[in-house]
């Protein structure tokens, strides 16, 4: 079981790029509940740790997870509004958020009980790392989980408009990196949190994959760093993409054997070719349809691990 942590929420996407006063079409994200689904769709077991408001968005949000086969077993509920992220897509497909989140259910998040015991790995980001309460229990749930021996998978996916005050979140983040087995992000992410894969390295995690657009990926571990290109896609957009990278790479990781920090420390070079050619897939295939719609499992080469 990979249990997911973070914020569900609704994105408002327009109905066509480019225009600020197109139609917006709501679907249902945020990328820890992206990753959930992905997971799911790739035929890992994953549970979904958030809170959910009891609104009418809260429902469909509850209802695809369902569908999924995500387990809901740790999903708290709460009748403040949903969030709501309001997305702009330019002609590449690439998106950038408003958020409107004053007093919703999902932030108010609080410290679960024991994790399923058959929990491989948790999984955390976004949003819910930023809004308190709700972030310092999602941390304080990560520290719990790494002391027991747990993987941690850690995506920040920095919303920096979400942010009021960066210098204590790098602080935050800094905080954390003692408890994370992996750390995923994208270049973005990476320049505005400081870019220092080496000290990051050195802090604790495992290994440090980084997203480059469509110049693939790069895993950064200490022995070296292994680099595989982007799918050639035609993009619709890149909503979701990241997160579904993060599926990907638990998923292949997890096919190999146990989820560990010594497993990842251990992983050749041909292992890391295969686990990020497969995320590499996966976030193609998320890009080459509209809004988070990670593919399934037989729509991807086998992982031949």
Not at 80 to 107: I, N
Not at 282 to 290: E, Q, S, V
Request: net charge negative; glycine share 10%; charged share 20%.
């Amino acid at each position: 079981m990979i249990v997911v942590a973070g914020e569900a929420l609704i994105d408002l996407v327009p109905e066509a790029s480019g225009n600020a006063l197109a139609p917006l079409l709501p679907a249902r994200g945020g990328g820890p509940y992206n990753t959930a689904v992905a997971l799911a769709r790739l035929g890992s077991a994953v549970a979904f740790c958030s809170r959910i408001s009891t609104d009418a968005f809260g429902a469909s949000l509850t209802a695809r997870l369902h569908e999924e086969k995500v387990d809901l077993g740790l999903v708290q509920r709460g009748p403040e509004p949903t969030t709501l992220a309001v997305a702009a897509v330019d002609a590449a497909g690439s998106a950038a958020y408003t958020f409107y989140c004053r007093g919703t259910a999902d932030r108010l998040f609080t410290l679960p009980g024991p994790l399923p015991a058959d929990t491989r790995a948790v999984s955390f980001g976004t949003c819910s790392l930023v809004l308190e309460p709700g972030a310092s229990a999602y941390e304080e749930l990560m520290r719990r989980e790494a002391r027991l021996g747990r993987f941690i998978a850690l995506d920040p996916n920095i919303r920096a408009g979400l942010i009021d005050d960066p210098d204590a979140y790098r602080a935050r983040f800094r905080r954390l990196l003692p408890s994370v087995s992996l750390l995923k992000l994208s270049e973005e992410d990476a320049r505005w949190l400081g870019d220092d894969i080496a000290g990051w390295l050195d802090a604790g995690p495992a290994a440090v994959v980084v997203t480059r657009g469509e110049a693939g990926l790069t895993a950064h571990t200490r022995a070296g760093a292994h680099a595989v290109p982007g799918e050639p896609v035609r993009v619709i957009d890149t909503i979701g993409a990241g997160d579904t990278v993060n599926a990907a790479l638990l998923h292949a990781l997890s096919a190999r054997g146990p989820l560990s920090a010594d497993a990842l420390a251990g992983l050749t070079s041909d292992g890391w070719q295969r686990v990020l050619r497969f995320a590499a897939r996966a976030a193609a295939a998320t890009c080459a349809r509209a809004g988070a719609e990670p593919p399934f499992a037989h729509e991807l080469p086998a992982l031949g691990v």
